[in-house]
């Protein structure tokens, strides 16, 4: 506990999952630790933040904010996030919604090892024309390429 007060990012997200799934659980407790660690940057902490919102763990359900937060995630090269932003995307849900950008982070969330991307993925490709399909390839190399700085 000393460690996480002390803006220990790994503390405070171990923490957060001990509130999670022991038997003291409190969402939202779960919710305020992984919060602080997500606002340091900590990847882990922001897909949780993300999942959070996403499904109202801890706090109230809200998609544009799991959204943002599975983005700042995804930039870092999380495949959880960047499958959750691609299904986001697909049924814009928080976000307009974009088959092109759903494609494009659900390539990469598959070239990354998430395991029901190339399965999500492939359903999605099969409803774009081709000249989609390239686009998202273009645009998911890029990303890659440029270590996400160049991810749009």
């Known amino acids: 506990m000393l460690a996480a007060k002390q803006d220990d990012v790994i503390a405070q997200t171990n923490l957060g999952f001990l509130y ?12 305020k ?15 949780n933040i993300g999942v959070a ?3 109202g763990i801890g706090t109230a359900p809200d998609a544009e904010k799991a959204a943002e937060w599975y983005r700042e995630a995804a930039l870092q090269g999380n ?3 960047q499958f959750n932003l691609g299904v ?13 950008k759903s ?24 409803q774009l024309q081709k000249s989609a399909l390239d686009k998202a390839e273009k645009a998911a190399d890029a990303c890659l390429e440029s270590g996400y700085r160049q991810c749009v």
């Not at 022991?22 to 407790?29: C, N, R, T, V, Y």
């Not at 992984?34 to 882990?44: D, H, I, S």
């Not at 986001?88 to 092109?100: D, S, T």
Request: cysteine-free; proline content about 0%; glycine content about 8%.
């Open 20 to 31: 999670l799934q022991s038997g003291i659980k409190d969402e939202q407790l779960a919710f």
């Open 33 to 47: 630790w992984f919060y602080k660690a997500a606002e340091q940057g900590y990847v882990t902490a922001q897909h």
């Open 53 to 55: 919102f996403d499904q």
């Open 79 to 81: 495949s959880a996030s």
């Open 88 to 100: 986001m995307y697909f049924n814009g849900q928080g976000l307009k919604e974009n088959k092109e």
């Open 103 to 126: 494609l494009k982070w659900l390539i990469l969330a598959d070239r990354n090892g998430f395991a029901n991307a190339r399965e999500v993925r492939q359903s999605i490709a099969a």
